[in-house]
């Protein structure tokens, strides 16, 4: 066969021809262990993914929400005999992953809680509320990991208020690829500038990330969820506790140095009100739409909006505002009211 060099390198060209972000084949293989109908129709068929992640996973599938034929893995039962859910001392990667771990003594006509352990992410949802909390490990290599743990997203019934800022770049920036994977970009406390973990500085520290933090749950329960991270050298803890149509979250560390809270909001948040109550206390008052979300700092010295920066995609941002809460005592709480409980 007598190929024209010019043709055959035109053709191998159009093989590097690709939509960076046409994520289709992820999709793909991430279905392959979910089975998810929706995910099927959006990617398609013939991605060589899922046949590795088939082979891999060796015809394990997870309980999926949208599985309307099984049991939803909100109510299947994680006896609290083989753990107790109230003195969770260590990592335990024999919790299951997708159930919620429910408590026999609680409630739980209105909250429910979805637990990954192994990715460090726990979910609460209810009629108001969805609120994801990150605590756990940066992963083999910290190669994609963020300092994240103990920070939180929250929607308030179908809206977004508190978001996770996302990730925008990896190799064309370093410099914005760090911002966005650093401490200060969560919704989480940040002592005096420090990282939870460290990374090298470089190209070859653009994904790898120490697991300084060693992040690790203390209490779970459907309403409530207490962790605690070891990256600043004092030890960082932080309660959250859900009660219908409020959320509490407690932070704990003791040090002089100075440290603050940060809220990053979704771009489609607009501040109604902050300002100080009492001695130390700010109050903020933001809407998305016609829905308003009420927020109360207790033993802040300043509060302030600052403008930050959120990511839809890769190579995607977009501005938003920030909230910056300094903190004045060891021990600091926001409460959040989302107003009358319909759940």
Known sequence: MNLNRSTALSDIGNCWDEDHLDHRHLVAA???????????????????????????????????YKDKD???????????EKQDLDHITKRDDSQPVGKELLRKDEDLSKNKLYA?????????????????????????????????????????????????????????FPNI??????????????????????WVDGLVGLFSMRDHAQ??????????????????????SREFKIDGSSLVVEDILDTNQASEIVLNLAPEVEILC??????????????NADLRVKALFKWFKGAEIVDGYFSRGYGKRVKNLLVKAHRSKSRTRVEFNFGEDDG
């Open 30 to 64: 991430i279905n392959d262990l979910f089975g998810r109908e929706d995910f099927a129709e959006y990617a398609g068929s013939g991605w060589i993914g899922t046949e590795i992640v088939n082979g891999l996973a060796k015809g394990i599938i997870f309980p999926s």
């Open 70 to 80: 099984a049991l939803p893995a909100a109510e299947q039962e994680y006896s609290h």
């Open 116 to 172: 990954y352990p192994e990715l460090g992410i726990y979910i609460f949802k209810s009629k108001n509320i969805y609120l994801a909390i990150r605590c756990g490990s940066t992963g083999l290599n910290g190669g994609h990991a963020h300092n994240d743990n103990l920070s939180f997203e929250l929607n308030v019934r179908g809206r977004d208020f508190i978001i996770d800022g996302g990730s925008y770049l990896y190799t064309p």
């Open 177 to 198: 690829r760090n911002v966005f994977r650093s401490t200060r970009a969560h919704n989480t406390l940040i002592l005096n500038g420090l990282e939870q973990n460290d």
């Open 215 to 236: 992040a690790r749950i203390l209490k779970l329960g459907t309403r409530y969820l207490m962790g605690e991270h070891y990256g600043f050298g004092p030890v960082h």
């Open 274 to 287: 902050l300002e100080k109550h009492g001695s130390e206390e700010y109050y903020l008052e933001m809407s």
